[in-house]
T-cell receptor, first 110, second 115 residues
Framework: EDQVTQSPEALRLQEGESSSLNCSYT??????LFWYRQDPGKGPEFLFT???AGEEKEKERLKATLTKKESFLHITAPKPEDSATYLC???????????FGTGTLLAVQP | GAGVSQSPSNKVTEKGKDVELRCDPI?????LYWYRQSLGQGLEFLIY????????KSGLPSDRFSAERTGGSVSTLTIQRTQQEDSAVYLC?????????????FGSGTRLTVV
């Protein structure tokens, strides 16, 4: 069964304190791994898609990496406006939809 | 439209009543998805439309839940005889094709509260 596990469930950082969020997945034949950001009261907002192991993508203070078993979302020198829930999802195997993890709630304190 | 639009944004209903939730996808997007997000839970898949057909309804939790899509555009999710456990945020997403590899664009959701 396709499965996505995110850790930690919640993370509190000081402004400027870099860290990483983890997304472990089990899917036969990964075709895409997605990172989304979700702010309170809003729908998920697309950040990155990674398609194959070894791939990396960057956007401002965020960098996403992918291996055959997991993905990391690295946050460098975060700011309070980076506070949100970060969701990971996979597409692949026999499924025809994205399978989501439960997310990591990130709080960045000034 | 420019994005995925959902209405209403909030809905409070009494237990036992029926509710309809609406989704307007991005123009030209052939694939449409409904997900449910409960407090502290991940996004739970409900149903997938390709055009007006629903090839995957596997996530609908009971026969009280149904959905339709007309004109390859607007979709309505109907919950009959609502129960308190139906309280959640219902998210709609659309994609250019049914190939999820391109990712989805989500609406802001409908927060349903059953009292």
């Amino acid at each position: 069964e396709d499965q996505v596990t995110q850790s930690p469930e919640a993370l509190r950082l000081q402004e400027g304190e870099s860290s990483s969020l983890n997304c472990s997945y089990t899917v036969s034949g990964l075709r895409g791994l997605f990172w989304y950001r979700q702010d309170p009261g809003k729908g998920p907002e697309f950040l990155f898609t990674l398609y194959s192991a070894g791939e990396e993508k960057e956007k401002e203070r965020l960098k996403a990496t992918l291996t055959k078993k997991e993905s990391f979302l690295h946050i460098t020198a975060p700011k309070p406006e980076d506070s949100a829930t970060y969701l990971c999802a996979v597409y692949g195997g026999a499924t025809n939809k994205l399978i989501f993890g439960t997310g990591t709630l990130l709080a960045v304190q000034p | 439209g420019a994005g995925v639009s959902q209405s209403p944004s909030n809905k409070v209903t009494e237990k036992g009543k029926d509710v309809e939730l609406r989704c307007d996808p991005i123009s030209g997007h052939t694939a449409l998805y409904w997900y449910r997000q409960s407090l502290g839970q991940g996004l739970e898949f409900l149903i997938y439309f390709q055009g007006n057909s629903a090839p995957d309804k596997s996530g609908l939790p009971s026969d009280r839940f149904s959905a339709e899509r007309t004109g390859g555009s607007v979709s309505t999710l109907t919950i009959q005889r609502t129960q308190q456990e139906d309280s959640a945020v219902y998210l709609c997403a659309s994609s250019m094709t049914g190939e999820g590899v391109y990712g989805y664009t989500f609406g802001s959701g409908t927060r349903l509260t059953v009292v």
